[in-house]
């Protein structure tokens, strides 16, 4: 048994975005979102990921905006801690530990070290009593106290309802709540798809409520935007609908966003919606209801039907995705290409309803032939068939219908695949089926149509039908040169030669179905591996037609390196999956890997190098030539990496470190350094403990700067009256001097009026502020302002 | 080498990303910059900037790939997150005006703006390969080096008597080319003139590193491409200082517009280079450097580009690089405001010309329509073949025990006029006289049946084969000579699949050959394969029936239960009022 301490398996992208409701940024420019054990923060402009923030150790279950705090987000997790982060450089300001598995993440005002974990567990308890009757209630934009009496209300008001309901036998179940931002009034989606407004909530005896009746089933989700003029509702039709707040007859319907929307987001500012769907994709949507971005991941449907291949031109990872659709995702990137619409049907959002969906595909060697299945199944007999041969264009740049074969076999196709041509055109493939039959089609030119129709190019037809003793063949494979095609019979593995179509020879080594067939390449090509449904792991040498060896394994997934001779071998033992990679050849493996993840891996790939690596280290010798992919059963990709490419990448890995000062229009000109004047010491105060005190006063002057200027008295009048109020007498002084000892580091942030700092220095002076600078602060923030409240009122 | 390096002014930047080319970066003649994704071949983004229109970009420049930042050092789990990915991020652009901006692909905004230190518009930018420091080349003869930690100008030069037209830092950061009325090589550190190089006698458009230093300071070599030239000039650093010349040169077809190139580490290592040229040709060459030689070297391939019309024109290559392995080379081409990408896999180096012929659209929209639903719809035309059960090559062809291609003649027939003559001769005969030639006509249409088989004359075949008459069938088939039997089977198969409504007529021809000719057909030694398609046709359709034959009860069905309630309809309500009331009202 080799060691596997130089490699390690990696999770190389293709996890969920969808999980939990993104929060995007107070100016609309990021959209965070918990993306598996990270935060992915999005650019909402260019759909980049600009970094993800890594740290908690488990699965992450919610994140949300600091409302304090523009810059800084928090993020809980199961692994019990709440994280504080700076969203915009990546940077964890602080972790508060729970203790607890935190499954969602309520609206946090005024956190304070001391008290936070109270306050935490407190939430926690809440969701957990609320987790029991429905999935995430919400509020918003209310002070805490208010909030935790108001979902508690609410979920009395759930209980109560939903007894109510059942009694009746009604589907009127909750699945999402919301609250308007101003008004007295909450909107709950139900099940069978009306939304009702609930108005007076507040006097529980007295309240009415409306109904708006547009979705079809279930409401998913639903927000008020900031200003509470609007409704936006989703479900599962995938359609977002705008309501105008009090004319409810108004509507506004963006359709065809994708999959279903599972959760909606309105940035703080109102001008961006997104709207998270079940195919892992966040829609970014302007305030006009338009679509501005898309932010995709891996697609995962309910499950992966195609094998995982690799597009031969592109090197990108295809797999099937949107239903109906294949999607290229780029490995490199960790971002989807494009999906291609293979079916070409609208597809219709409704339970129950059965619709194409491509279920098998296959590329040539050299990218040229794509080859889909499709299928539509409504019962065991009926089923609906139809095989599509794509062929790339060169001068379009794009695949290009061939050939549609509708009802190619009368039973589920089991296995596509092309023969391996190194150079020169394919010209066949080969389709095996449950009705017990295999065709092989071939590309031909329109020879034998006669004068009626004009064809232009060759197109596929069937130029063979194989069976054997009425048997269903399972899988097929063709060897490394093409010379010979195996086809799995149950029990029997013929051995074809296509040249002819003669069966040569059959092998077999019963109980048990063949699953996978798998010829050796290279050096290894004389032999034939299969995997049975019987935990064994045949061996045949092909020319002396006999069992070179067996072993006992139960193989999900049998795989061949195509620029090598190594082949893995997925097993499923004990409820977990074991790696090995060996060589037709040789009694050892070159490297296993026990346990690699939990369940049955089913879905793997090479992924030939662009460079060879020049490893000589046994274990790893096997990644030289091509990467290994396989995806587990939650649907993430990992990988393998080996130690020296991990050091090499650690080792070039070097931050570009480039100043961010945009002073480009006119307007930031003249107002740009006032507001560095502004932002500048609360960038510094940051990482202080303390969260922003507002003073007592701080509101009159707020009020006094918000002033338009022609209601203010003349600034004469008012100068000698501010000049007054900063005289202070001396106790206060002493005061201040002692509280900058105890509390050092504490700095007050929001109050530095302009007209306290020389505008010329002000870009220069305000990071490193001088120490009598910091005491001005000070005095100011200690200053009684009350005489503005005076003069305002 | 980080990025590629400046470009005149006189044409517009077209730029690929490094490392991974995820990006082109095109600043097109409207002022606008326009990031495209190599991947999905699709605008990623586009930017305008600010003052666009007087300050136009002349020159674009990659920075260093960003890496995603490392969170802090802690033992690495399984199953953790790598940050293998290289992202291309910030792109330096110079402008007419003479600032620089940097924007920020990630963010897809302006980064920040450094100006104030050319007096003139800048003609080139080069990053340092390592630390934040970005050069400039101005037409005022200066050259500054701006601090990108500090968004400050570090130092400023004058590094020519001429405008500085391009620029190059070499691999190790140490020293940078600078190209005026000579090319100069000054020292980093110093600031201070290394070596100085004749150049060109117009301005020169690119420099390129073509070696990472060796040890000994002989190996280092480096090309230029001048405008107005049809030379790309390879010089080298020599430690005799003895390098006032060119060592080699590469023949263009026009001036060079973009160039690529990929830096040999050793003297094993072939150079590797890809020259768009002006006439939008690209040339690829290969050589070994070591030493000088007189001759000039011609391209080791040349690529072309032309377009489907039926008198093709050339399509400009905007620009090329070449990939990690020597076969596949990455192309945009068109024109500037919509170039198309395109990865050449094997760019075939035995011959020596090659030339493309590609679809581009030449509908140019101004207006481009950001692709936001990801979604690739691949062609789908009626040139494509569409195989039902039934139809050949749908099952695979039955092949009898000896293999025999029956060759198809197909004469050429030259009596089609008088064929037709006849026809309607015979069709005015048979409408003027039917009931007394009724016989004759079944003999005149088997005799015309065997002439349209052996002339395959679409016209008579299908006159004859319209007939609805079954008598008429049956005569004719009857009459019909054994050797005309069997190409009237393949004939009526032919027909019963290209006229679908035909279907039942030749459903009569078949019926009625079968009842005549069974035992003529059953002779035939090459029966299975002959009538194969017909076997298959049959069979298909039988299998068929069964779910049309429910289709059609379902149907019916239907539609009697529609016209039933229809007809319920149209009776009148039954009037309950009553016709007559007759009120009593004197009953007292």
């Known amino acids: 048994m080799v060691e596997h301490g130089d490699v390690r398996v990696v999770h190389k992208g293709g996890s969920k975005i969808n999980f939990r409701e993104p929060a995007l940024s107070t100016d609309s420019r990021f959209l965070l979102c918990a993306s598996g054990e990270s ?56 972790t508060y530990s729970i203790g607890y598995p935190i499954y969602e993440l309520f609206q946090l005002v005024a956190v304070h070290l001391p008290q936070c974990g109270e306050q935490l567990v407190e939430a926690k308890e809440l969701s957990a009593v609320l987790s029991n009757i429905s999935s995430n209630p919400a509020a918003s934009a209310f002070g805490r106290e208010v909030r935790i009496f108001r979902c508690l209300e609410v979920y009395f008001f759930k209980n109560f309802f939903l007894k109510k309901d059942n009694q009746k036998g009604g589907k009127n179940t909750f699945t999402c709540i919301t609250c308007h931002p101003t008004e007295d009034c909450i909107a709950s989606g139900h099940e069978d798809g009306k939304i009702r407004l609930w108005r007076n909530f507040n006097h529980r005896k007295e309240y009415t409520y409306s109904t708006l009746h547009w979705h079809h089933s279930a409401v998913s989700s639903l927000r008020f935007t900031p200003e509470g003029t609007n409704l936006l509702s989703g479900g599962v039709e995938s359609v977002l609908v705008q309501w105008r707040y009090n004319q409810e007859s108004q509507r506004d319907f963006l359709p065809r966003l994708g999959g279903a929307i599972t959760h909606i987001s309105v940035s703080p500012d109102g001008a961006l919606f997104c709207t998270s769907h079940s195919d892992n994709k966040i829609t970014i949507i302007q305030s006009c209801v338009k679509v501005s971005a898309v932010i995709q991941g891996l697609v995962k449907g309910d499950r992966i039907r195609t094998d995982l291949m690799i597009e031969p031109r592109s090197k990108a990872l295809v797999l099937n995705g949107k239903p109906g659709h294949l999607q290229f995702y780029s490995l490199q990137r960790d971002k989807l290409l494009y999906n291609l619409d293979i079916v070409q049907q609208e597809y219709i959002h409704e339970s129950g309803l059965e619709q194409f969906e491509v279920v098998m595909a296959a590329f040539d060697a050299s990218g040229s032939w794509l080859a889909t299945v499709e299928e539509r199944k409504q019962k065991a007999p009926e089923l609906e068939l139809n095989l599509k041969l794509w062929a790339f264009d060169d001068q379009k740049q794009s695949f290009v219908l061939n050939t549609t074969i509708s009802a190619p076999h009368e039973g589920r196709i089991t296995a596509l695949c092309f023969p391996h041509v190194s150079d020169g055109q394919t010209t066949m493939l080969v389709s095996t089926s449950r009705d017990g039959h295999f065709k092989a089609w071939q590309l031909a030119a329109p020879g034998f149509i006669k004068f009626y129709l004009i064809l232009k190019g060759p197109s596929w037809s069937c ?331 | ?285 290969e050589h070994f450097l070591n030493g000088p030689c007189k001759k000039p070297f011609s391209p080791s391939c040349s690529v072309q580009m032309a377009d489907t019309r039926e008198s093709p024109m050339p399509i400009p290559m905007l620009a090329a690089v070449l990939g990690r392995d020597s076969r596949s080379v990455l192309l945009a081409y068109g024109n500037h405001l919509q170039p198309v990408i395109e990865q050449v896999v094997s760019v075939n180096t035995t011959e020596r010309h090659v030339c493309l012929s590609r679809d581009v659209k030449t509908s140019l929209s101004l207006t481009m329509e950001s692709t936001v639903s990801k979604v690739k719809t691949p062609v789908v035309n009626t040139k494509s073949k569409v195989l039902v059960p039934g139809l050949p090559g749908h099952q695979a062809p039955l092949k009898g025990s000896h293999l025999e291609k029956a060759s198809e003649k197909r004469k050429k027939d030259t009596k089609e006029m008088s064929i037709a003559e006849q026809l309607g001769e015979i069709d005015l005969s048979a409408t003027s006289s ?84 069974t035992s003529y057909l059953a002779s035939l030694p090459d029966l299975v394969t002959e009538l194969g398609v017909l076997y298959h046709m049959i069979e298909s359709r039988v299998k068929m029936f069964h779910k049309l034959t429910k289709l059609h009860g379902k149907l019916y069905l239907l539609m009697t239960h529609v016209a039933t309630s229809d007809s319920s309809n149209m009776v009148s309500e039954v009037d309950h009022t009553a016709k007559l009331v007759y009120e009593d009202g004197e009953w007292d």
């Not at chain 1, 002084?733 to 007050?748: F, L, R, T, V």
């Open chain 1, 39 to 94: 935060v992915k923060v999005f650019s909402t402009a260019t759909e980049e990921c600009l970094h993800a923030l890594q740290g908690h150790t488990d699965l992450i279950t919610g994140v949300l905006l600091r409302p304090s705090n523009h810059l800084q987000a928090y993020s809980c997790s199961l692994d019990g801690t709440v994280r504080l982060w700076d969203f915009t450089d990546g940077i964890l300001i602080r």
């Open chain 1, 463 to 793: 130029d063979f039908l194989g069976a054997y003793h009425s048997l269903v063949p399972e899988c097929c494979c063709f060897s490394a040169d093409s010379s010979l095609l195996a086809v799995g019979f149950q029990e029997v593995v013929t051995v074809w030669t296509p040249a002819s179509w003669e069966l040569l020879t059959t092998l077999s080594q019963p109980p048990g179905a063949v699953r996978d067939l798998c010829f050796g390449r290279l050096s290894c090509s004389k032999y034939l591996l299969g995997a049975t449904t019987s935990r064994l792991l045949c061996c045949w040498n092909l020319l002396t037609c006999s069992l070179e060896w067996v072993t006992s394994m139960d193989v999900s997934l049998l795989l061949a390196d195509p620029l090598s001779e190594n082949m893995a071998a997925f097993c499923f033992e004990a409820g977990s999956t074991d790696l090995f990679v060996f060589k037709p050849g040789e009694p050892r493996p070159l490297f296993s890997h026990k346990a690699l993840c939990s369940g049955r891996v089913t879905h793997a790939v090479f992924v030939p190098r662009e460079v060879m690596l020049e490893s000589c280290d046994e274990a790893s010798q096997w990644l030289n030539c091509s990467h290994l992919y396989f995806l587990t059963q939650s649907m993430d990709l990992l990988t393998f990496i080996t130690k020296a490419e991990e050091d090499k990448l650690t080792a070039s890995s070097k931050q570009l470190v480039v100043s961010d000062d945009v002073a480009m229009t006119p307007f930031h000109l003249l107002l740009g350094k006032h507001r560095d004047q502004l932002e500048n010491p609360q960038a510094e105060s940051r990482l202080s403990v303390e969260p922003i005190r507002q003073p007592s006063s701080s509101a009159g002057i707020n009020e006094l700067l918000q002033m338009p200027a022609h209601v203010l008295p003349s600034a004469s009048f008012l100068c000698s009256m501010f000049v007054q109020s900063l005289l202070i007498s001396k106790e206060e002084e002493m005061e201040s001097e002692k509280e900058e000892e105890d509390s050092d580091g504490e700095m007050e942030s929001r109050i530095s009026r302009p007209e306290h700092m020389p505008s010329g220095e002000s870009g220069c002076a305000a990071p490193a502020l001088t120490k009598e600078e910091v005491r001005e602060l000070r005095r100011l923030k200690k200053l009684d302002h009350s005489w503005m409240k005076g003069l305002l009122d």
């Open chain 2, 1 to 285: 080498m980080a990025s590629d390096g400046g470009s005149s002014s006189l044409q517009l930047p077209c730029v690929f990303s490094p490392k991974s080319r995820q990006y082109l970066a095109v600043c097109a003649q409207d002022g606008r910059l326009r990031i495209w994704n190599t991947d999905s071949k699709t605008i990623n983004q586009e930017y305008v900037p600010s003052a666009h229109l007087s300050a136009t970009c002349t020159c674009i420049a990659w920075g260093p790939c960003r890496t995603v930042k490392e969170g802090p050092q802690r033992k690495k789990r399984k199953s953790e997150a790598v940050q293998v990915e290289e992202k291309a991020d910030l792109l330096a652009m110079g402008t007419a005006a003479g600032s620089v901006l940097l924007y920020s692909t990630a963010k897809g905004t302006l980064h920040c703006s450094l100006d104030e230190a050319h007096s003139a518009g800048v003609n080139c930018v080069h990053w340092h390969p390592e630390d934040s420091v970005l050069y400039s080349g101005s037409d005022d003869t200066n050259i500054v080096e701006w601090d990108l930690q500090s968004g400050k100008m570090r130092s400023k030069w004058k590094a020519d008597r001429a405008a500085v037209t391009s620029l190059c830092v070499s691999p190790d950061g140490k020293l940078l080319l600078s190209a005026g009325h000579v090319i100069k090589m000054w020292d980093l550190d110093t600031k201070e003139l290394y070596r100085k190089f004749t150049g060109h006698s117009t301005a020169v458009t690119t420099l390129r590193f073509a070696t990472t230093r060796p040890p000994d300071s002989n190996g280092l070599y480096f090309v230029s491409g001048a405008a107005h030239d049809r030379l790309i000039s390879v010089w080298q650093v020599r430690e005799d200082g003895k390098d006032k010349n060119s060592v080699v040169s590469f023949t263009l077809t026009d001036e060079p517009r973009h160039v690529d190139l990929v830096p040999s580490n050793s003297k094993e290592e072939a150079v590797r280079l890809a020259v768009v040229c002006q006439d939008g040709q690209l040339h690829l060459f």
């Open chain 2, 434 to 517: 039917e009931k007394v030639k009724a016989s004759l006509q079944t003999d005149n249409y088997a005799v015309l049946l065997v002439q349209g088989l052996e002339s395959n004359d679409a016209d008579i075949l299908n006159k004859v084969l319209q007939t609805r008459k079954e008598m008429v069938i049956k005569k004719t088939v009857a009459r019909l000579p054994l050797s005309a039997v069997l190409p009237l089977v393949k004939e009526v198969g032919h027909q019963r699949r290209l006229c679908f409504d035909t279907g039942i007529l030749m459903v009569r021809w078949l019926k009625a050959v079968l009842m005549h000719h």
